[in-house]
């Protein structure tokens, strides 16, 4: 029913009859009014809390005539009388100059129409009583209309009238032609006054048959914005297969006009596509306000078939979603980089738990070895010290063979006497995964009673040969994979071979504590516990089997 008003009102305002005279820099409208009516003047684009400053054209400073007063930014003629006939202008702070409206008071008991409307013969019209000012009093009693200054009493059929004043007529004819006049009684301060506006309507359209126009879009979209941002709202509406000059489009906010605010500002043309006509429009809002949010904001086609809307709401940002967001990928990147350092940190322990589960789950692939590692160090009867021999003689077989099921070949244990040195110690290098070096800065001789130490270079030529080829295999083949054992404090690399310096470089080497040897067993087994971890993590996995065998 509103939207049906300000469809009839935006074409009224549309009609050049509105205008009636141009004689200052900004519009100049004449109202019609008559002797003993209320009749309200607004100034453009203001509303109840702007502060303007009306003043009669003449007049010096802002006095106006008696029965004229300033309410609300509105002009209120209490009631109309012929002394009031005249302009009057309005000012707001701020403006490049003043707006100026004619009062045009007639003595006749209905004023002059303004305007002239053209209506179809034989079709339907809507006629609005275009009194907004008067209906946003919220105290109207009573509406009626006359037609020549004659009271009409509705008939139901071909005439009516609504609550809001709204006079449709169906099946017009020539006979329906006349002035018309829309009465308002409306209680201000304890008395009854009555507004009128008339109209003339003029039965001589041709009947065309359009059909009724429909939105495309919107249909209830939602668009996020963020207040006091700037934001254009699209419409598209299907008018028909050609253009019509009764077609026009408009929006509303919250069932208000966009007119009533100065943020706002619509525009329409029509679109040719595929032999179809449609209307496009769109709504600028300068800076999104707080009283846009969560309200229905209308875009409306009309045409003489009907009148269609599409509804759009304006939804603030909710930045809820977005700190979640940044929370859940900030803790999803903290714990990414909590496990990466999990895993440096216990990456040992890892691999060796996974191996020992995996072993019951998968078998060694043959790979023609006959043992996992090949241990080369200075044999006691050379210049290397009693706790070097204890390490490679007595704790890697301990720890390594017997409790975790290793197969170890150790020089000088498991040689036989009378064999070619150089064949055995090639075919066995050959035949083992890893080749574990034991280093230590010194060998020491205790010759003439007294302790004299000797380079690793002096006696390097006894390990030069099996050094030789695992180490060309590892270097060539990248197979055995070498590990170096460091014992009895820093080894000088200097003096030791460039295949040596390299693989210390790339992969370092373990450390052997000598000064936490204990004199027991088990309490040599348990210390340097990590030196254990860290060479079984070097050495490759054990089949299950020999495992338990081991053990």
Known sequence: MAAAGWTLLLAALMSPAHTVDHNHSEAADTYHVSVGHLFLLKCLLVDAHTHVTWSRAGEHGPKLPSGVEVRDGLLWFLPVQMSHDGSYTCEKRGWSGPVTFGVSVSSGKCPDPPEN????LGGSESVPCKQSEIFKLNNVRNIRWMKDCQLMEPSGDHI??????????????KEDSGNYTCLVDVSVDGRTYTAARSIRLTADKPII?????????????AVV??????VKLECLALIGFSEDSETFMFWTVDDEHTDEHEELKDSWNFVHDRGRVYGQSTLSISKVRRHFLNVPISCWVSNSAGCKDGIVWLREADRSALYTHVALCLSASLAVLLLAAAVLVFKVDLVLAHRKLMRHFSKRAPDGKLYDAYVSFLPPDALSSAQTASLVLQLLPEKLERQHGYSLYIRG????PGEAVHDVIAATVRTCRRLIIILSPEGKSSADGKTEEVPLSNTKNQLCYEQKVGLYDALTQKDPRVILVEIDGPVDYSRLPESLRYFRRKQGALKWKKSSLPTNKPNKLRSNRNFWKNLRYLMPSVPVGRLQTAV
């Open 225 to 230: 914005v963020e207040e006091g941002t700037s």
């Open 209 to 221: 048959i359009r059909p009724e126009p429909m939105v495309v879009y919107p249909q209830q979209k």
């Open 160 to 173: 009516s009238v609504e609550e809001d004043g709204l006079m449709r007529m169906s099946a017009a004819s």
């Open 117 to 120: 409307k053209s209506i179809t």
């Open 413 to 416: 244990r498991d040689d036989c």
